[in-house]
């Protein structure tokens, strides 16, 4: 395959910058709202900023809208993960309207509009080399593997659809996943798809991809 395309060379990164760009624009009065409802509802900070790993496992910020309350309730209660999602949070996470601020990792070169989606540093040492290729292109806001079922697929399964999109990426292809995921925003699917609230956390496998990790792990609200 030849893996020296024009779109993988330059296209897609002057892709990312324009839309980027337009969405930056455009989005702008969606932003503050939604920057000023989080405060109202949910207090500050308004971002949420974790440390992912990114083109060549490179470290860099995610940028997200906080969807979920403080850990400790007023009373010193500690909350359950889904009464830290209740409400407002859920609305936000089904709307896809917390990863607005992703704009800004894909303008600073951090992420691309499509791609695997950035999961957390402690998984990179339990990928199998094969699992470590996802890590080949930059992560994305949406991918091959959140438009055809996100957290509801098994670990196995959604590192064999990065792959495959790192192998098989292209401007139609993304053209494609994009028109796919409006089309889940619209209908109340949110970004993601399906089982966006908690994913159980990826506990490693072998080299053949088949090892625990697909469903094994505490799980937490923390959505990736």
């Not at 399906?194 to 937490?220: I, L, T, Y």
Request: proline share 5%; charged share 25%.
């Amino acid at each position: 395959m030849n893996r020296s395309g024009w779109y993988r060379v330059w296209g897609k990164r002057a892709f990312d910058i324009a839309l980027a760009v337009a969405g930056a624009v455009i989005l702008l009065p969606v932003g503050l709202a939604m920057a000023a409802l989080v405060a109202a509802r949910l207090g500050r900070p308004v971002l949420f900023r974790q440390v992912r790993p990114g083109l060549g496992m490179q470290p860099f910020t995610l940028y997200k809208f906080r969807t979920m309350a403080d850990a400790l309730a007023q009373d010193g209660r500690c909350r359950s993960d889904e009464e830290r999602l209740a409400g407002f949070g859920r609305v936000i996470r089904a709307a896809g309207l917390d990863e607005l601020p992703e704009i800004f990792n894909v303008l600073a070169g951090d992420m691309s509009f499509v791609g695997p989606r950035p999961l957390l540093t402690e998984y990179l040492p339990l990928y199998s080399s094969e699992q470590a290729r996802r890590h080949e292109v930059r992560p994305g806001i949406t991918g091959w593997a959140q438009v055809n079922g996100r957290n509801a697929l098994k670990w196995e399964d959604r590192f064999r659809m990065d792959v495959w999109y790192v192998d098989n990426q292209s401007f139609l292809l993304d053209a494609k996943i994009l028109i796919m995921t409006a089309r889940q925003l619209l209908s109340g699917g949110g970004a993601s798809g399906v089982g966006r609230d908690a994913v159980p956390r990826f506990a490693g496998c072998g080299a053949d991809g088949k090892g625990p990790g697909s469903g094994q792990g505490r799980r937490n609200g923390t959505e990736i």
